[in-house]
């Protein structure tokens, strides 16, 4: 069997995240599961989906990298898309300081800078 993982990134289009976080959810433990973030561009809607479809509200750190380019697919990827890019996490509701940290540490080895924001703000805009 696989080790368990600490961090789950949920990085799909806005429209089906909601159902991704509710099956991502289902397969989760009731309790002591891993830390689960996003890359979606609002995080409002998001942070409320999380809280009806996760076991545990606490385990979600809301995210949203400010990086990416006009390209698609793997021709278009880059190693190095996300150094010196800006990553808002969202720090708001019950989510702890160690799971906030964890997540903040995935960004970080990619060379990002990590703010910490609430997911209001960063859906107004406020980041920046």
Known sequence: MADPADVVVVATPLPVLADTLAAVGAA???SGGP???DVGSVKAPVVAAAATSLPDAGCFVAGHPMAGTEG???DASDPRLFAGATWALAGDGPVG???WRAVA???LAD???VV???ATDEDLGAVM
């Open 28 to 30: 989760m433990p009731p």
């Open 97 to 99: 300081l160690d799971r």
């Open 72 to 74: 698609a697919g793997w």
């Open 111 to 113: 060379g990002a800078d």
């Open 35 to 37: 830390t689960v973030t």
């Open 105 to 107: 540490e995935v960004p």
């Open 116 to 118: 910490p924001v609430n």
